[in-house]
């Protein structure tokens, strides 16, 4: 078992690395060959790249979290991790349609993994935010969104794409304070309100600093707030209620983040970093099968609650209330080198995750349903290092510059909660590998080791090819190789055609490895195929899964000119291999249970294929010198599980963002856009069961904003917006496409958000 020891090796043989190089400097001349950019830079280019400045978010102003801003690129969409539709208000970023698990988040270029903190419910769905809040919006520099082919070398995760959220640098002495407050029209739908500082500064002639302080509360909605889709149910002594999907969750963050810069000499940087992040939510009743009971009359209108039972563990009495703690502590040493013979990126970082929540059904129907006013953690550590290295070559009279890096992670996950389902298992019976929940390990941990080569070659003046090739051994899963190929040709001065070709792919998580982590159902939750023989169905984890991966390719062609107009078009297709699931298979055991009839046990699984494709565009105008138009749009062609034919997420058909700019004047800037979704068609089956479900399609709609950003002197600035000032509203239908089909979320209404940003 790979332990600590390694990882200090690790970085120990990559300092050493740097430290010879140091002395190679003085011996070394400068290689006589024309520079070509690293392969990192030149697939940055590529027509599945997006780069978000820091204007963007002036211009399109978030309330908290980035992935409100990011979701307007070209392939992008929020969704959960499948068709499933559960906790379908946590909707996360999901790239062409591979889900959230398959986007890989970085910061500076080091890996975001603390939802892997959180246990994986059947469906594939976790009860989580995500990993795109860690970071508030005023200290973030610029978002690299790298799509398809040219995500393959980031490794185990990236199939879908890569978000790397880069910081602000700490070099020039700058401090800015930000307040925000964010006030919905519709009064059952929560306000917000953020306060963020963040200063650098010289320190020495070598030293700079760079300090993050924020705080943001977002309110919970109401759960009167989907009341419009639910049917009064009376109980034995005459009292209504209404079962309603929940509202979005408010959530309370806290950041602090430090970073201190050591220039050594011109070609040698180090960053030391310290980052601590809480996030604390605001409770708003979901779970993963059932509604909010609402207090009601006979005709439907809600009654509220005189007073929540401090005692009580039902969703309604819970509202508003703290269930669940996320905490993220960071520390990482970064080194920069620059030498006579190219230049080098290396870290260490260790990254650790509490998920605090109250306790929590871990099976069928009452799963994430909060049944204990204990509160239970599960702490995940990550340990990663790696080192880059690229290098200006000339050979057989090709310039090119060869890339060579190695990576390597610990995963250390300690559960002793989410383990601990029993199986309804006859006496003396058991599963190989699965001890009894009495005894089961608490700590999993996994390691994953990654080498990899790229080059790119300058064939001619117009024509670029970047091969490329990485090997990873995971210590359970075993190995995986993916090559890549991307081409770009330079067509004419102002068309360039570009393609790429790779093997991506996602190792399995901690949970669907580990034979110790067992789903029970009593028997409405067994797959459609296999109903219980009485004594229900059990769901185990698989220490023999293959990892996930897919064959990414897209062709794409891109127009300029000198008066700045850009446009392109990009096709995409992923032949997505092995998903890993829980499908409407086999049994692995049928065994005698222990009160009647048999248990029917399960494993996670690979499903044999799966198909992705569809188009992406995009069109940036200068109609004037002051106003600016751009457009972007992507079309889901194909997204099917061909086992099933069921979807592999809720995604609209089409999108399309669209953003209108004017400098009015000097001092300000004035900006409309809008985001129109094309109809999201239902899922026809149970991503659980498989048994059929009534399709309820979304309905085509547009969201339209307005803002203004006005630049009052040169220390201050305010932003007023007015979001979704049409006021469409999108209501959650329920909780599951089960019983709502594609309508499993909100969009918020109108509401006005004002901002002042003062710098000096």
Request: aromatic share 8%; proline share 4%; charged share 20%.
């Amino acid at each position: 078992m790979f332990n600590t020891k390694k990882t200090l090796l690790f970085t120990a043989v990559t300092a050493a690395l740097s430290s010879n190089a140091f002395a190679a400097e003085e011996e070394l001349e400068t290689l006589e060959t024309t520079v070509v950019q690293a392969a990192s830079e030149e697939l940055k280019q590529a027509q599945g790249v997006s780069v978000i400045t820091e204007e963007e978010f002036k211009r399109r102003p978030v309330t908290n979290d980035i992935a409100e801003l990011v979701k307007t690129m070209p392939g992008i969409n929020l969704t959960g991790n499948s068709s499933s539709g559960q906790y379908g208000n946590k909707r996360q970023i999901d790239i062409r349609g591979m889900g959230p698990e398959n986007t890989l988040i970085l910061i500076d270029g080091k890996p975001v993994l603390s939802r892997n903190s959180v246990k994986m419910g059947r469906s594939g769905e976790r009860n989580t935010q995500g990993d795109s809040n860690w970071v508030p919006p005023e200290a973030i520099e610029s978002i690299e969104v790298i799509r398809g082919p040219a995500a393959a070398r980031y490794g185990s995760g990236a199939s879908g794409g890569v978000i790397n959220i880069i910081t602000k640098s700490p070099e020039v002495a700058s401090t800015s304070i930000t307040l925000q407050t964010e006030i919905p029209e519709n009064e059952y739908e929560g306000s917000n309100k953020r306060i963020n500082i963040v200063s650098s500064s010289p320190l020495t002639e070598r030293f700079s600093q760079r300090t993050v302080l924020s705080y943001n509360k977002q309110e919970a909605d109401d759960p009167e707030l989907n009341l419009d889709f639910a049917e009064n149910d009376a109980d034995d002594e005459g009292n209504f209620t209404q079962q309603v999907g929940a509202g979005r969750e408010g959530v309370e963050n806290i950041d602090f983040r430090s970073l201190v810069r050591f220039d050594q000499n011109e070609n040698h940087r180090w960053d030391f970093e310290f980052g601590y992040s809480r996030q604390g939510n605001e409770y708003a009743g979901d779970n993963a099968f059932q509604g909010i009971n609402v207090p009601v009359d006979e005709n439907g209108d809600p009654i509220g609650s005189e007073q929540a039972d401090p005692e009580s563990t039902d969703a309604y009495d819970l509202i508003g209330e703290e269930t669940t703690v996320m905490q993220r502590r960071t520390f990482a040493v970064t080194h920069n080198g620059t030498y006579d013979f190219g230049d080098s990126f290396s870290y260490i970082q260790y990254e650790g995750t509490s998920n605090t929540r109250l306790g929590e059904g871990a099976a069928g129907g009452g799963e994430g349903r909060i049944n204990s006013l204990d509160m239970v953690t599960i702490k995940l550590a990550n340990i990663t290092a790696k080192t880059e290295w690229n290098i200006p070559l000339n050979l057989a009279g090709f310039n090119q510059t060869a890339t060579f890096g190695a990576e390597i992670r610990q995963e250390t996950l300690e559960d002793g909660i989410s383990n601990q389902s029993g199986i309804n298992l006859a006496e003396g019976e058991e599963i190989e590998g699965t001890v009894d929940a009495e005894d089961r390990p608490s700590e999993t941990d996994a390691t994953l080791i990654g080498l990899y080569v790229e080059d790119n070659i300058m064939l001619s003046e117009s024509i670029t090819l970047t091969p490329g090739i990485r090997f990873d051994n995971h210590s359970e899963a075993g190995t995986n190789v993916s090559p890549s190929l991307n081409a770009s040709w330079q067509a004419t001065p102002n068309v360039v055609v570009q393609g790429g070709i790779s093997r991506a792919f996602k190792a399995p998580n901690l949970y669907q490895l580990n034979p110790n982590y067992v789903y029970t159902t009593r028997g409405n939750g067994c797959p459609v195929d296999f109903p219980s023989l009485g004594s229900g169905c059990s769901i185990v984890g698989n220490p023999d899964l293959s990892h996930e991966t897919s064959i990414n390719k897209e062709l794409g062609i891109n127009y300029t000119n000198e008066s700045g107009l850009n446009a392109g078009i990009t096709y995409f297709h992923n032949d997505y291999k092995d998903k890993i699931g829980t499908g409407n298979v086999p049994p692995e055991y049928v065994l005698p249970g222990g009160s009647n009839g048999q248990v029917q046990v399960f494993k996670w699984y690979n499903v044999p294929e799966a198909v992705i494709s569809g188009l992406e565009g995009n069109l940036l105008l200068p109609i004037t010198e002051s106003v600016e138009w751009s457009t972007n749009f992507t079309v889901m062609l194909e997204s099917e599980d061909k086992q099933t034919g069921q979807p592999l997420s809720i995604v609209p058909d089409y999108t399309v963002n669209s953003l209108l700019s004017w400098q009015a004047t000097d001092a300000l800037e004035l900006v409309l856009s809008a985001q129109h979704y094309g109809k999201t068609e239902s899922p026809t089956a149970s991503t659980t069961s498989g048994s059929e479900i009534e399709p309820i399609d979304r309905d085509a709609y547009t969201i339209v904003n307005f803002n203004s950003i006005y630049q009052f002197n040169e220390n201050l600035r305010f932003n007023l917006s007015v979001k979704n000032f049409i006021n469409t509203e999108i209501k959650r239908e329920g909780t599951q496409a089960s019983n709502a089909g594609a309508n499993t979320y909100n969009e918020p209404g109108r509401s006005f958000l004002i901002s002042a940003t003062y710098q000096f």
